[in-house]
């Protein structure tokens, strides 16, 4: 290559090294699932960059925890991946500002009018089964803990260390109130095992270890469309399914407050809203039925949603995880 060649293409490169360090980094706070190659990360990163003439930088890890323990020294714009077992916590840190967005046209089955934390996707919580393997699946939750102790093999998740245990417990306590310990008591002995999260307790089951695992409606899709694979199921219970929703919230201490609301205002977007779809297999926030891959708009669903407002779930916690552990310890 001749000198003067050599030259024009490092001062090319100084160029751009340049202007990409004069572009303002907004950063974002995520689960290790949200920001893998398989989740959503990636495309929202290139999604949002294309429209904020910016650099946006997830941090992947346990996201309320590392906020509170930074204070109001957090490196932290913008945390996504929250749920509402944590956002009693995370409002009494006074750490985080109003989202600024129009939650009144939101496709979800609840009423969302939190100024703070603003719900990006939402499931509900079910018990998966392989309907080639388990021919007599319960029709109700009822008929699920009056079946004999030994009719299922199921594996659920601990309420200590994983969302959807703790949404378990506060689905039997919504269902039962003060017979949730008699119907613990009853569940108990058709739980295989208990593992710490979800991805431990899903993989048992697709191993054929377990006939039911505690998951979500929405988990037959990602049979459906990634491996077409209908032969798993989620029992539709008429008692009601537990809402999941996960949220975003921007943080009052942002260096850039400008590009943090400007990707709250991404998270509800026709863009954002369709990637979440087959990136994190659940139902978008804002996107019209119609507007779903066929596979979603076909899922069995409950017909009713029950969900526990953040204070009254927040009061039933700790009786709820009792009558779980002394179901447990016998």
Known sequence: MKPTLMLAGALSLIATMAAAQDKPVLTVYAPDYFTSEWGPGPAIEKGFEARCDC????VA???LPRVMLEGDKTKADVVIGLNTDVTAKARATGLFAPHNEDTSDLTMPVKWTDPIFLPFDWSDLAFVYDKTKL???????????DAPDDAYKIVIEDPRSSIAGLSLLLWVKDIYGDK?????????????????????????????????????????AYHIMAEKDDSKVAAIFPEGHYLTPELA?????????????????????PEFQKMIVTANWSFPAKLPHDQLPEVFRDLPMPDKTLYLPEAEAEKLRGPALDEWQRAFAR
Do not use: R
């Open 249 to 269: 919230a921007q943080l009052k201490t942002s260096k850039h407050p400008k590009l943090a609301q400007a990707f709250m205002d991404y998270i509800l977007s």
């Open 61 to 63: 890890g346990d996201v």
């Open 135 to 145: 021919k007599n699946p319960p029709h109700s939750f009822q008929e699920l803990l």
């Open 55 to 58: 650099t946006l930088k997830f």
């Open 180 to 220: 949730a310990g008699e119907a613990w008591a009853k569940l108990a002995p058709k739980v295989l095992t208990v593992t710490p999260g979800w991805s431990e307790a899903y993989g048992m089951f697709t191993d054929g270890e377990a006939d039911m695992v505690l998951s979500y409606v929405t988990s037959p």
